[in-house]
């Protein structure tokens, strides 16, 4: 890739970033609460799915119907 279209993409990435920021202002949300990790169904749940926000038991792993990255509660 050349380093005008990695200018490109930086560019458009920026450009997203920027109008995702104006649509959560227009909808009073915070990015932070966007991103907050979802509330534990289980108690025990050490881990979540961020796509499906499936509750896991165990410390790492990925999500059985995602098959994404599990994310760590309070990381």
């Given at each position: 890739?050349?380093?005008?279209d990695?200018?490109d993409?930086?560019g458009?990435a920026?450009?997203?970033?920027?109008?995702?920021?104006d649509l959560?202002?227009a909808?009073?949300e915070?990015r932070?609460?966007?991103?907050?990790?979802?509330?534990?169904?289980?108690?025990?749940?050490r881990?979540?799915?961020?796509?499906?926000?499936?509750d896991y038991r165990?410390?790492?792993?990925t999500c059985?119907?995602c098959?994404v990255?599990l994310?760590?509660y309070?990381?």
């Open positions: 890739m050349s380093q005008r990695q200018l993409l930086l458009l920026a450009l997203e970033r920027d109008a995702l920021n959560l202002q909808c009073g915070s932070k609460a966007l991103l907050a990790p979802p509330a534990h169904l289980d108690p025990v749940a881990t979540y799915c961020p796509i499906c926000l499936g165990i410390a790492e792993g059985v119907d098959r990255a994310v760590r309070g990381d």
